[in-house]
């Protein structure tokens, strides 16, 4: 699987953005899907996640009514809507892939097989 992020640039705080993560590979609607995020001199961390048939989906508590994560299986596509942007949401996003994805590991970059290469997001007050 290969996964291509888009959708970054700049934006105002209180602003939105909508990252895609496009992938390739026939088995792609088999695949859990996440997005994280790093900051300069932080560790990535957890921003969201998606089961592999949309059924469910995970947020961090940071982004939890702001942030709405969807996939379309039939055009290999994995959104992320980004509402009411802060300062503090300044990152480069990742989209990556799992083939094996639970409620207990989603949260953590490990169980993760596949990522795509980025897209910087920034946010100024």
């Known amino acids: 699987v290969q996964l291509q992020a888009s959708g970054g640039g700049l934006v105002q705080t209180g602003g939105s953005l909508r990252l895609s993560c496009a992938a390739s590979?026939?088995?792609?609607?088999?695949?859990?899907m996440g997005w994280f995020r790093q900051a300069p001199g932080k560790e990535r961390e957890f921003v969201a996640a998606?089961?592999?048939?949309?059924?469910?989906?995970y947020y961090a508590d940071s982004v939890k009514g702001r942030f709405t994560i969807s996939r379309d299986n039939a055009k290999n596509t994995i959104l992320l809507q980004m509402n009411s942007l802060k300062s503090e949401d300044t990152a480069v996003y990742y989209c990556?892939?799992?083939?094996?994805?639970?409620?207990?590991?989603?949260?953590?970059?490990?169980?993760?097989?596949?990522w795509g290469q980025g897209t910087q997001v920034t946010v100024s007050s």
């Open positions: 590979g026939p088995t792609f609607s088999s695949y859990g």
């Open positions: 998606i089961s592999w048939s949309g059924g469910s989906t």
């Open positions: 990556a892939a799992a083939r094996a994805l639970s409620r207990l590991n989603l949260y953590s970059p490990t169980p993760y097989d596949y």
